[in-house]
């Protein structure tokens, strides 16, 4: 029975935040844009071009591809140079896909904790029997859900996007294949776990949504630092790097939850002290 | 029974309530006066599990609220109203409601006809669909009463609800507690509003981080002062002041906007005296008249007291 009240209290938390975010455009408009640029927009403006540039006068040096781990979907010593100009640029997107669970669990992390001090709701909220873990999870799913969804239906799209744009080069629809999926599927919760225990560490202290937006955003350094590295060719996101990335950041995750779930108490959270 | 016994609070190295007791019975409306940071609000938060105590212990029916194990328990049979309603302004007022009756464990098939009726009590029920953003102050603090009661609280703490409300809403709020009171429910009140106080409260602590006094308004305001005759005069020149002073002695307690004011023991005796004397001194005496003391008075002589400490 206890259990039961336990679990409806998550549930019960969860449903009031998204109710919220529902009728809040600072939240729902990066829900929607930013999936769509990155997802839709970018790709569109990026491989159409390509799709459609005469290349028939280039060739590619195969000695040079030797040495680099570029992904690509389909055998690399098949690809046409129009296709392994794709394949770069599908290769220049991968961070993309960090970028979409960082940053959207951070806006609605941030507006679900600090916004709670904002609109003054809090104390009421926490002169209710609901426990601090049962706040925490039912906090964390309110962020955790909606950002997921977006990150999957923003790879959805691109896959979709991706394969009509590339078609005519590859002659098959190419995405999405392992790596991908590995990608999205593993990094994605990942990195959005990241965000949403740097946001509960966070709003323990902050008490101003915009403050704890900026300091929430600092999760995306490294998956800026993993793009340009990638960019300036340092370093090629293949499967190898991507399972490294995934332990990192699943130990970061580990690291901080653990110090955002000692901290998360009552007292704390009211006074803003740690 | 709510319960305190010796309780005190610190923030690194700043007392912000120490040594503090008292009892709060069903049925009683209690309250707490002091001036700002006296640490009213912090009792309050310690009441309700949201600060721990640094020393002493808060029994809510036996149980200790600073037990996180047990806290839930306790805060399942408190409310708690503050002086911002804190409610989700894009909600609906119902859903609010609806919101808090689910935290507190209140069956869904329940919920629904708990918060009808307390809407219609409080008035709004007509609008109990629309945001919470559309409505005023005085509204957002009723929807915020009827969240305190929701779960039908044994306790009800109050921190200074009425605080910024007009005097109509605040009006409604105070009629609202009496008829909470008449249901035999114990009422924690902090406030500044020492007529709220006096009107409302069976009990009150001063408080100004440790216990100035507590009891009754009455017994407060007969503790701390004697019967006071007020005597309205003409001119009184400074030289006349100095005579009563002379005559008078402690009894003399001030001249303020043409009254005089004498502590008096017994005033059939005493209060002739006083008129022969200020006739004799050719001061125009135009009206005599018993001054009652208010549980103002009894905060000001407190609060300045401990200042001068």
């Known amino acids: 029975m206890k259990q039961n009240k336990k679990s ?36 569109v403006v990026t491989i159409y071009p390509i799709s459609n540039m005469d290349m028939s006068n280039y060739s590619i040096d195969t000695e040079r591809l030797e040495n680099t781990s570029i992904h690509s979907p389909i055998p690399i010593e098949s690809l046409s140079p129009k296709g392994l100009l794709v394949v770069l640029v599908l290769n220049a997107f991968v961070p993309f896909f960090m970028i979409i669970p960082a940053v959207i669990p951070s806006v609605i992390a941030a507006h679900s904790f600090v916004g709670e001090k904002n609109h003054r709701t809090l104390e009421a909220l926490l002169a209710t029997p609901i426990t601090e873990s049962e706040l925490l999870i039912g906090k964390a799913l309110s962020a955790f859900i909606p950002s997921i969804l977006a990150s999957y239906l923003a790879f959805a799209m691109f896959c979709i996007c991706t394969d009509i744009l590339t078609y005519p080069v590859f002659g098959a629809y190419v995405l999405p294949d392992l790596f991908w999926l590995s990608l999205v599927g593993i990094l994605t919760p990942l990195i959005a776990t990241l965000s949403i225990v740097s946001n509960i560490l966070i709003s323990t202290k902050v008490s101003d949504v915009r403050a704890a937006q ?61 | 029974m709510l319960k305190l016994v010796n309780v005190s609070k610190k923030f690194g190295n700043r007392w912000a309530v120490r040594d503090i ?22 009792t309050i938060r310690m009441m309700l599990g949201l600060l721990k105590p640094t020393s002493g ?17 306790a805060r399942a049979h408190i409310g708690f109203l503050s002086e911002n309603p804190g409610l989700y302004e894009n909600l609906s007022a119902y859903k609010n409601l609806f919101y808090f009756a689910q935290l507190y464990g209140i069956e869904k098939k329940e919920i629904d006809e708990r918060i009808t009726a307390i809407m219609e009590l409080l008035g709004i029920g007509e609008r109990m669909h629309h945001r919470v953003k559309t409505f005023s102050k005085g509204m957002k603090q009723k929807i915020a009463i009827a969240r305190a009661i929701i779960h039908e609280p044994e306790y009800l703490l109050l921190d200074e609800p009425t605080a910024s409300l007009d005097p109509s809403s605040a009006k409604t709020v105070r009629e609202f507690i009496l008829n909470l009171r008449n249901s035999k429910r114990g009422i924690v009140l902090a406030t500044h509003n020492l007529h709220e106080a006096q009107e409302l409260c069976d009990n009150i ?41 002379a005559g008078f002695g402690d009894k003399f307690i001030s001249y303020t906007q043409d009254k005089l004011m004498f502590a008096v023991q017994n005033p059939e005796h005493e209060n002739p005296k006083i008129i022969q004397f200020l006739v004799e001194n050719n001061i125009e005496v135009r009206y005599v008249e018993k001054e009652n003391r208010t549980l103002e008075d009894v905060y000001i002589k407190l609060v300045r007291q401990n200042e001068a400490k």
């Open chain 1, 8 to 43: 409806r209290r998550y549930a019960v938390i969860f449903h009031k935040d998204i109710d919220e975010f529902r009728s809040n455009l600072l939240i729902t408009i990066p829900l929607f844009i930013l999936p769509v640029v990155m997802a839709v927009v970018l790709p």
């Open chain 1, 214 to 274: 900026q300091l929430g955003s600092l999760v995306i350094v490294p998956v800026i630092v993993v793009f340009v590295l990638s960019g300036v060719r340092i370093v090629y996101i293949d499967a190898f790097m991507l399972y490294i990335f995934a332990i990192i950041i699943a130990l970061l995750d580990f690291l901080i939850g653990f110090i955002a779930v000692k901290t998360f108490k009552r007292e704390k959270i009211l006074l803003g002290r740690w």
């Open chain 2, 21 to 42: 007791s008292f009892d709060v019975q069903p049925g009683m409306v209690f309250g707490i006066i002091g001036p700002n940071g006296a640490g009213k609000t912090t």
């Open chain 2, 57 to 73: 212990r808060i029994l809510m029916n036996d149980i200790d609220v600073a037990d996180e194990t047990q806290a839930g328990n």
């Open chain 2, 205 to 245: 602590l001063v408080l100004n981080t440790v216990n100035l006094g507590m009891g009754k308004p009455g017994e407060l305001v007969s503790k701390l002062f004697s019967q006071c005759t007020a005597v309205s005069v003409g001119h009184v020149s400074r030289d006349a002041i100095e005579k009563i002073k």
